[in-house]
């Protein structure tokens, strides 16, 4: 593939993972305070926490997902077409094997699920039927199926990912809409979830068999040797991909094991805004996968050390906007979004926001350790991630609250992504570790301290009175920050391209 097809491809991808995630969180924004209208404060916490237990049972993946778009971008260059239907024909029976597997696992722990987290006795029955259906969407469906999303990911097809997915946000809101409306409840939106979910997923098995060249999955391609090398990546994949979950659903399940159900309610709006400006930020890290295996191939470090440094200065700067302005306007944006009840998670979001920030370089360190054969070593970072997000949480949340689970989540995030993650990359890729500092967090940082003292002033002058008019009063702040970061921030190569590409287009 030629630099001006690379760019190209990497750039549709890019530009679609936007709008599919603008569209999800417009949508998102709008229904996730009808859901809590309709099904209440403690129904709707009853909702995230079966969708947190149900997230662990998904880690059954085992990691292969990402093998997936590893074996398949290989394949892509390579052009060994036998190769990939054989690890992948392997991978998938492994898949359903797991996923009934996980279903039955799954089906014995619901009889306890009430019990073990203190459910209130009228709500049993009702988180039962919830996490079982649950269940049968990121266990049955999910696990097999996201093998034809992976291919479509390891071809570079992302953006017809994001056509889907949007389709499927579709078709979910409108249907969920209907339901809550006639008053049918959680159950209806559990099962609603799960049809909307179905759809999309055979829609990546029917483009995968449509686009991706001699792409053919049987029994009979099935073989030990394949399953032992696919182990031997996704073993690390595995124990990586647990710190994820870490970020957010083990905190929900230690507030209703410590606390109760109405604080996981208002705790997980915090995680849902925090959640939100974390995808935004990975929509670009996230097409970047299969890119970096083919710099590696092509022995590319000086792309590799651009992408670790330059890049993520620029992707660094979209999450300082979105913290500062949280750091300005978060308790407004509660209070006008899903009500007063939600002021109490005002300082675990600030929390969440700043671990979210701070963050981002390590995206795309990880991403490139685990891609150049270093996965061993983000996955023994991914446990120590959980030790420490687990232990601090619990010895800050009696004393602290919901307060003490989001700062174990930001001290996780210093020790284990700002700390040993970058450090591996510079030492890997040959640079100091400060220019993470000076050049990464500096100029991304910087900047942000006239967006924090704009915002405070308009808001102290001009009370915020709704979710438009704290947005507008967000606008000058994050115009003056990008003016001050374009000014002292981007290069004047960058400058150079992106100045003459304006200036031919408008020719």
């Not at 919830?130 to 996201?146: A, T, Y």
Request: glycine letters at 8%; aromatic letters at 14%; a positive charge.
């Amino acid at each position: 593939m030629s630099q001006t097809q690379r760019i190209r491809q990497t750039s549709l991808n890019a530009l679609t993972n936007y709008l599919r995630f603008f569209f999800t969180m417009v949508v998102s924004f709008w229904f996730i305070p009808f859901i809590i209208k309709n099904l209440g404060s403690d129904m709707y916490g009853l909702w995230t926490l079966s969708f947190s237990i149900i997230g662990f049972f998904s880690l059954l993946d085992f990691g292969f997902g990402l093998g997936v778009v590893k074996w398949t971008g290989e394949t892509r260059a390579s052009g060994d077409i036998e190769y990939r239907n054989h690890i992948l024909s392997t991978v998938f029976f492994v898949y359903i094997l797991i996923a009934i597997g996980g279903m039955l696992i799954l089906g014995g722990f619901a009889f306890f699920y009430g019990v073990l987290f203190d459910i209130p006795q009228e709500f049993q029955s009702i988180g039962i039927t919830i996490l079982l259906i649950l269940g049968v969407r990121s266990l049955l469906i999910q696990i097999p199926l996201s093998l034809f999303k992976g291919v479509l990911f390891g071809e570079q097809r992302i953006y017809l990912i994001n056509i889907i997915q949007i389709l499927g946000t579709v078709i979910y809101a409108g249907s969920a809409f209907i339901a809550l409306s006639q008053g049918l409840g959680v159950v209806w939106l559990a099962t609603i979830n799960c049809i909307s979910f179905l759809v999309e997923n055979l829609l990546y098995m029917f483009f995968s068999y449509t686009k991706v060249k001699g792409l053919k999955l049987a029994i009979r391609f099935v073989r030990k040797k394949y399953l032992m090398e696919a182990m031997s990546f996704s073993f690390y994949s595995f124990l990586t991909t647990i710190a994820g979950l870490v970020l957010f659903q083990t905190d929900v399940i230690i507030i209703q094991l410590t606390l109760n159900l109405t604080l996981v309610g208002i705790y997980s709006v915090a995680i849902k805004i925090t959640e939100y400006s974390f995808l935004l930020s990975k929509q670009l890290v996230n097409v970047l996968t299969p890119l970096i295996s083919e710099l590696k191939q092509n022995k590319e470090e000086d792309s590799i050390r651009y992408l670790l440094t330059t890049l993520s200065k620029y992707i660094m700067a979209t999450g300082v906007i979105l913290t500062a302005t949280i750091y300005v306007f978060g308790q407004d944006l509660l209070v006008f979004w899903v009500g007063p009840a939600f002021m109490e998670a005002t300082i675990p979001l600030l929390l969440l926001m700043t671990s979210f920030m701070l963050t981002i370089p390590e995206l795309i360190a990880s991403n490139v350790l685990t891609m150049t054969g270093h996965h061993a070593f983000t996955a023994k970072v991914s446990i120590s991630s959980i030790v420490v997000n687990i232990v601090t949480s619990l010895l800050l949340v009696k004393p602290l609250g919901l307060t003490g689970i989001a700062l174990g989540t930001l001290i996780s995030t210093v020790v284990n992504n700002v700390g040993l993650t970058l450090m591996k990359a510079s030492k890997t890729y040959a640079f100091p570790y400060h220019r993470y500092f000076t050049k990464v967090f500096a100029p991304a940082l910087l900047p942000a301290v006239l967006l924090v003292a704009i915002g405070f002033g308009l808001r102290s002058l001009f009370p915020v009175v709704s979710v438009w008019d704290m947005m507008l009063k967000a606008i000058p702040g994050g115009l003056v920050y990008l003016v001050l970061f374009w000014t002292f921030s981007v290069e004047k190569s960058m400058k150079k391209k992106i100045l003459d590409k304006l200036l031919r287009r408008s020719a």
